[in-house]
């Protein structure tokens, strides 16, 4: 059923975890992926947290993961300005996470907003009108909007929250500007840097996520199978109902979990003993 | 020049102040527009001051005005809902004064966010993350939206601040709803309320602003006759390319107020001893 799979690309919110609750399952089937010895990168949108902060996240609810697989937009972002306009002055919107990949990347940082000649969106949980000013003031000044992702909404410890579409819709409406560049899914920059982590191909690996808008439609665009899982923004409804349908839906990643220990059953039940 | 002026209509930002900052010859305009027996409303589109509020601050600049005086958009917009959904319960995304135009108009606030049925935004400069959210969740619940004013930016104490455009932004991007109704200027929600203020006809009064997009254009809509100051957002190149030009265009009020000084005289020199 999962047969080739040999690298899984595995979202967070909604996924493994909801807001500061593990999502039941999670790390049983991660730990199932790893006693297959199979890949595993968790990729996810979230521009506001570094990898470390990612990474103490995960082991709180019993999963470890190594730096390498964790590919987040915060990263990727900084790794691209790096790449594409190496001496550029940036000036953040955004959670201490972001600020972190990007010292780590060795991103330069204006000290001003009107130095900047790129203005970086993430998801901001600790934004002030100050904070969005500034950033007004960068764009009004000529630089460019890079956003880590633009999703609207994501689930948290009591409800939907708003996502970085919040802040980029402040910036863009008050300045008439549009965004240059996004990065995160259904962006290939985000599979282009999972696969890389990986080392492996695309038809070898798949894509699990609770998002169609993001998940599943980088795995049609990627040519990476796909799996939905139920646990975080999409009914099942909305799942059987839409025009990119997931390989697989499941509940959670509990399904996972029982795919797996299935195969092992069935693999050890098919070996010469 | 100024003849049949009966009565003034006189923005606030970038006309009578910027910031903390009164503008020269505004205190000395308005008080000879008194002197003349001639009518005054300052017409803000600010929906996070109260008028209390506005007193306070015009007062310590040496301009007296009495509460009818002083038409900003809170006032505007609570009358608004109060006139036409008197069983409402809003939400309020916005500072302090907001809340006081509603309290004082009676108006119903709803204790959560999923329970209005509609969300006003102005200008909020104590904005943090947890009130985007509290607004995007009434939206997401049903709430229609109602903005104050679409400003995109107001002068400041030290250059250009974001304005209410990016708090509605916000909203709307990460939503996908869009405003229901705009209070604010250039509509004739304001002019009304201005003329009503003074008890006289549009073509009795001069609209006197900073600002082509608001101030400028109500007048046209409205029938009330223009005067462009350039002690705001607007310098001259702008004013002259204008294809809506103002009737009159000047430096600051204190031009006003050398012209109200030469009525004065002529009046005095034809006027038999």
Excluded at 26 to 53: D, T
Excluded at 153 to 180: C, K, L, Q, W
Aim: aromatic share 6%; proline share 2%.
């Amino acid at each position: 059923m999962l047969e080739n799979a040999d690298g899984y690309i595995i979202d967070l919110d909604g996924t493994v975890y909801r807001g500061r609750q593990a999502i039941d399952g999670a790390a049983e089937a991660i730990e199932a992926i790893r006693l297959k010895k199979k890949k595993v990168v968790f990729l996810s949108n979230r521009g506001n947290y570094s990898r470390k902060m990612c990474q103490m996240k995960l082991k709180a609810m019993g999963i470890e993961a190594s730096e390498r697989e964790i590919v987040l937009t915060s990263t990727v972002t900084a790794e691209y300005l790096k790449r594409t306009d190496p001496l550029c002055k940036a000036w953040l919107l955004g959670d201490e996470g972001l600020r972190e990949e990007f010292l780590s990347h060795g991103v330069g940082l204006a000290d001003r907003p009107e130095e900047a000649n790129w203005l970086v969106i993430t998801l901001f949980e600790k934004l002030t009108y100050a904070d969005l000013n500034s950033a007004f003031r960068a764009v009004r000044h000529g630089a460019k909007i890079i956003a880590t992702n633009e999703d609207k909404t994501f689930p948290g410890d009591d409800g939907d929250f708003i996502d970085v579409a919040g802040m980029i819709g402040a910036i863009v409406h008050a300045t008439g500007e549009s965004v240059s560049v996004v990065i995160g899914k259904p962006s290939t920059f985000m599979s282009d840097a999972a696969l890389a982590a990986m080392d492996l191909s695309a038809e070898r690996c798949l894509i699990i996520g609770d998002s169609l808008a993001s998940d599943i439609a980088l795995g049609k665009r990627s040519g990476i199978r796909t799996a939905l899982v139920l646990s975080g923004s999409t009914s099942r409804e909305q799942a059987e109902a839409a025009t990119e349908r997931p390989d697989f839906i499941w509940e959670s990643l509990l399904d996972l979990r029982s795919i797996l220990a299935e195969e092992e059953m069935d693999c050890q039940l098919s070996s010469p003993s």
